[in-house]
């Protein structure tokens, strides 16, 4: 299994600013992934953030909009630059398991970010 | 778009057995059907998963049917920490496959 800690858990932002999150795994991982799950939604991937390489963003997200920095196999941020209300969501940070056995996701608490 | 569709909600007696079915109708025969569950203010969390016999461990039990067009997620002894949005997800295991999460079901154990 592999522990994610994600900071901050929650935070409350004026909207034009940004907000950089952090995940931290327990344990080295090829890939790892950010999720948006806006307010009674189920969850919709942003991107995916290899190590030493730029992240593979889903139709719809942008890199000017979700900057995304992999500087090693065990962290990763994501920033939502220029906040507007409707960027308030929880965002997630997954990763997946290493080796032979079926894959298992392990997800992140999650961050809580309200934009006012 | 998801894989998978799920009924948006059920309810379920404490004590009772929780049955939440899912179709999957367009499953390859290379993917695996996986559930997870979001406890409110949670990340997902993984409960089982299967590729087609039928599953069970100390969390829940899974049933595939044997043309792998469907399944359903037992919880034998529902709790109201049981209480949760529940998503099934069909997916080829390893690659590093993105993970498409349909609606899911919402589920409400009632005392």
């Known amino acids: 299994s592999a522990v994610i800690s994600q900071k901050p858990s929650r935070d409350i932002c004026q909207r034009g600013t940004s907000l950089t999150i952090q995940c931290q795994v327990d344990?080295?991982?090829?890939?790892m992934f950010w999720y948006r799950q806006q307010p009674g939604q189920s969850l919709t991937l942003i991107a995916t953030?290899?190590?030493?390489?730029?992240?593979?963003?889903e139709s719809g997200f942008v890199i000017d909009k979700f900057p995304i920095s992999r500087p090693n196999l065990t962290f990763s941020t994501l920033t939502v630059s220029n906040m507007s209300p409707e960027d308030s969501s929880i965002y997630l940070c997954?990763?997946?398991?290493?080796?032979?056995?079926?894959?298992?996701?392990?997800f992140g608490q999650g961050t809580r970010l309200t934009v006012v | 778009d998801a894989k998978t569709t799920q009924p948006p909600s059920m309810d379920c007696a404490e004590g009772r057995a929780a049955n939440l079915p899912c179709n999957h109708s367009t499953i390859s025969g290379n993917e695996y059907v996986y559930w997870y569950r979001q406890i409110h203010s949670q990340g997902p969390q993984y409960i089982i998963h299967?590729?087609?016999n039928n599953e069970t461990n100390e969390m829940a039990s899974l049933i595939i049917t044997e043309d792998r067009k469907s399944s359903t997620l037992i919880l034998p002894h529902a709790t109201l920490r049981d209480t949760a949005v529940y998503y099934c997800i069909v997916r080829v295991s390893g690659g590093y496959q993105k993970v498409t999460f349909g609606t899911g079901t919402k589920l409400q154990v009632i005392p």
């Open positions: 997954s990763v997946e398991s290493q080796g032979l056995a079926p894959t298992e996701a392990f």
């Open positions: 953030a290899n190590q030493g390489s730029e992240a593979t963003y």
């Open positions: 299967g590729l087609k």
């Open positions: 344990s080295q991982v090829t890939m």
